[in-house]
């Protein structure tokens, strides 16, 4: 099961990205998590654009399933900082739009669908993968080395961050510029299902490899 998240990618490049916007302390989504981040981040507002660029790659879904991915997948956050832009764009995925549940078993497809769509923007290199838990739920993370296709000298930490919860599915996405945001993105914390906060990525992350 692979719901196909190349639309995520292609907002990294979108005008909205230099908006500048008031950020919130912390997120919420009624899929079932919620996620802070700095208020000196800048949230964008990405619904004007988000419908055209699903349909631009809806075009290119090779099955009908793959076209419902794209529809059902909500981007419950993006957000920017520094110069050159670090962004951070959280997805989820809820399951009464997907038609079906999805349980730890279907983590590993759920999340490698979500980094492959990165590739239209990035090349990817050097990844690596681990696997752990916050609270009741399994995570799945792979951080690689990106590069941008249409900038090749500005070069990123990319980092996926994945899990399966109650009503949907949900993944973190990191275009880190420097190691100062991506210790941001890792250690701010999220909330699963209305268990206690966790920090995003705990320093055992990579200690053990996914299923």
């Not at 951070?88 to 997907?98: E, G, K």
């Not at 609270?135 to 961050?161: C, F, M, N």
Request: hydrophobic share 40%; charged share 20%; glycine share 6%.
């Amino acid at each position: 099961m692979k719901a196909r998240f190349a639309f995520v990618a292609l907002l990294y490049c979108t005008p909205a990205l230099m908006a500048q916007a008031p950020a919130t302390q912390t997120h919420t989504s009624e899929v079932g998590f919620s996620y802070s981040l700095p208020a000196d981040w800048e949230v964008v507002d990405t619904k004007p654009t988000l419908p055209q660029v699903q349909q631009e790659v809806a075009k290119t879904a090779k099955s009908e399933e793959e076209k419902k991915n794209i529809v059902c997948v909500q981007v419950a956050l993006t957000a920017r900082h520094g110069d050159p832009a670090s962004v951070v764009v959280v997805v989820a995925l809820p399951y009464d739009c997907y038609g079906q549940t999805m349980t730890e078993k279907d983590l590993p497809g759920f999340a490698s669908g979500a980094s492959e769509g990165l590739k239209n923007t990035f090349d990817i290199s050097g990844p690596v993968y681990g696997a752990y838990t916050l609270g009741t739920h399994s995570v799945w993370i792979e951080r690689a080395t990106g590069v941008l296709k249409d900038h090749p000298e500005q070069k990123y930490t990319v980092e996926t961050v994945c899990s399966v919860l109650k009503k949907g599915a949900a993944c973190w996405m990191a275009m880190a510029a420097d190691d100062a945001a991506l210790r941001i993105f890792e250690q701010v914390e999220v909330g699963l299902d209305g268990e206690a906060p966790a920090v995003l990525v705990p320093a055992s992350a990579f200690q053990k490899k996914p299923l």
